[in-house]
């Protein structure tokens, strides 16, 4: 239902459960060890998730399993999902979510667990319906999307439930990126080569620093970014980059 596998310096984490890639307990904890291998996966620098399906990312929650178990199983699943997709955030590598079909519920929470979004141009779907079903989204979208996209706007989609267009979506903030259908998926892997031939170790910790400190204070923020910045200076891409500069020469990152 997930596999993981990474190709020269880009690892894939692909959702395959047809026909709407909706997730159980079994997809989530699939789900989770992909995670899990992409972060020690040292051939994967940037990695992405993406679905086999032409039509869907994926539906969110397989909506007959909630209704048919009780709501301490329910809830079960739903704090295995937290702890999967909370994992994103800790590891120093970036993750892309290519989105090419619907999109919706605990889908496009797991795309906004994510650290980016890219979407193909389509007529497709993207939303959080389950206040139709009487619930919230408990993956973490009450959470990342008003982050992502503010309070307001996010209180909006979230409490009518309602679809709306890629175009939309990238207007708002939910995608940062809307590429043309036919070539979603090169664009999107050109960008991560890109990435993942730059200075890694410096990548990881803009991450962490940026994560990490829109959670705390300014204060507290600044002390992390010094923190990662004085590791860096120590690393082998600051001193190759700093070297590149000053002899007038393209560096060479990753190098031993």
Request: with cysteine; glycine share 12%.
């Amino acid at each position: 239902m997930v596999g993981y596998h990474s190709e020269e310096q880009i690892g894939f984490i692909t959702l395959d459960n047809p026909p709407a890639n909706s997730y159980d307990r079994e997809f989530m904890e699939q789900l989770g060890d992909a995670i899990v291998t992409a972060a020690d996966d040292e051939r994967g620098k940037v990695i992405i998730m993406r679905s086999s399906s032409p039509k869907f990312f994926s539906a969110g929650a397989d909506v007959k399993t909630f209704a048919e178990q009780d709501a301490a199983d329910s809830m079960a699943m739903i704090e295995l999902a937290h702890r999967a997709l909370g994992r994103i955030a800790s590891i120093p590598k970036i993750f892309i979510a290519l989105i090419q079909g619907h999109a919706l519920g605990g889908g496009l929470e797991m795309a906004l667990a994510c650290d980016l979004r890219f979407g193909a141009r389509g007529s497709y779907g993207l939303g959080t319906p389950e206040v139709t079903l009487g619930l919230l989204p408990g993956n973490g979208g009450t959470q990342r999307l008003p982050r992502l996209i503010g309070l307001s706007r996010a209180l909006d989609l979230m409490i009518t439930g309602r679809r709306i267009t890629p175009g939309q979506a990238h207007v708002l903030g939910i995608l940062d990126r809307l590429l043309p259908a036919s070539d979603a998926e090169a664009m999107t892997r050109g960008y991560a080569e890109v990435l993942a031939g730059g200075a890694a170790e410096a990548i990881g910790a803009i991450k962490q620093a940026a994560v990490g400190g829109v959670e705390v204070s300014l204060e507290d923020g600044l002390a992390r970014e010094r923190e990662l910045v004085a590791g860096l200076f120590r690393s082998r891409d600051a001193r190759e980059g700093l070297s590149a500069f000053i002899e007038k020469r393209e560096p060479v990152f990753g190098k031993t």
